[in-house]
Nanobody, 112 residues
Framework: QVQLVEAGGGLVQAGGSLRLSCVAS????????MGWYRQAPGKQRELVAV???????NYGDSVKGRFTISSDNAKNTVYLQMNSLKPEDTAVYYC??????WGKGTLVTVSS
């Protein structure tokens, strides 16, 4: 059974940084795409960033240049380095595997 466990959320001031991590277990496929989505109160879930096994990345427009996704395939772990955080980045951040599996989410709150 696939499980995704996120860590690293919290409260940070605007302009600050946070690093999220997500460990996947129970994976049986090799060509996986892992990534991060977020959902702010009253808004739809949106793409933050995804990364393929060969390290091809894609970012949502609102985070380009500020966030960096990376992965450690040997550890089935994906990271999201978030810099220059803004209050509008406040959301629950969800880890995703192959657009099918979801973690429970970790809350990121950016204060102004």
């Amino acid at each position: 059974q696939v499980q995704l466990v996120e860590a690293g959320g919290g409260l940070v001031q605007a302009g600050g940084s946070l690093r999220l991590s997500c460990v996947a277990s129970g994976i049986t496929s090799r060509n996986n795409v892992m990534g991060w989505y977020r959902q702010a109160p009253g808004k739809q879930r949106e793409l933050v960033a995804v990364i393929t096994r060969s390290s091809i990345t894609n970012y949502g427009d609102s985070v380009k240049g500020r966030f960096t996704i990376s992965s450690d395939n040997a550890k089935n772990t994906v990271y999201l380095q978030m810099n220059s955080l803004k209050p509008e980045d406040t959301a629950v951040y969800y880890c995703n595997l192959n657009t099918i599996y979801w973690g429970k989410g970790t809350l990121v709150t950016v204060s102004s």
